[in-house]
């Protein structure tokens, strides 16, 4: 399938598309229902006023993609490549999961994602500032150098998850689950001391 059918039509249901290469390209309102996009190149594109309804995205860069007022409900993402998305550009993002992801760079602040999953991905320097996180499963994630501030984390699942670097006295922990030894790095943003 050719990538001349995402410009010439304007809703998809049940659709695969595989192997496109669609780098810098805009789509604008456009309706994805229930598609999977294998392994397609989206790298530097822009999708304007366009639904994802319970989408799969696989092993597909999606790297630097605009959400301009785009609504994402329902939407997997297996082994992507999402680096630099600024996700609070979107409409509404509801129940989202991403497994095996890279998520470097990218933008979440005050973003509503309870229940949502982002397992076993990379999240490097990521802002997660004011995200609310209630009960989302966040296990395995490489959070390196990510943004913590008054994050909601209550109920979140953290085990496994690596290289936090999360305040008690400035994010909602309440009832999260961490796995030890990640769990110190909890300790090291309050003024104590601890001995071995």
């Not at 990379?122 to 994050?151: I, M, P």
Request: hydrophobic share 35%.
């Amino acid at each position: 399938m050719s990538h001349d059918i995402l410009n010439t039509e304007y809703e998809f249901t049940d659709r695969t598309f595989e192997e496109l290469d669609f780098r810098n390209q805009s789509l604008e309102n456009r309706i994805f229902d229930g598609c999977t996009f294998l392994r397609v190149n989206f790298n530097g594109s822009s999708f304007k006023r366009c639904r994802f309804l319970d989408c799969t995205f696989e092993q597909s860069d999606l790297s630097n993609i605009a959400l301009t007022s785009s609504d994402l409900r329902d939407v997997k993402f297996k082994e992507c490549k999402l680096v630099g998305v600024n996700w609070i550009n979107a409409t509404s993002l509801m129940h989202l999961s991403w497994d095996n992801c890279a998520l470097n760079y990218g933008n979440f602040s005050g973003l509503d994602l309870r229940k949502s999953s982002m397992q076993n991905c990379v999240a490097r320097e990521v802002d997660f500032a004011e995200t609310n996180f209630s009960e989302a499963n966040l296990r395995g994630t490489d959070f390196t150098a990510a943004r913590f501030a008054n994050t909601n984390l209550t109920k979140a699942d953290l085990r496994q998850a690596k290289n936090y670097s999360i305040r008690p006295d400035s994010n909602k922990i309440k009832k999260a689950k961490f796995s030890l030894p990640e769990a110190m790095l909890l300790l090291y943003g309050l003024d104590i001391e601890l001995e071995e």
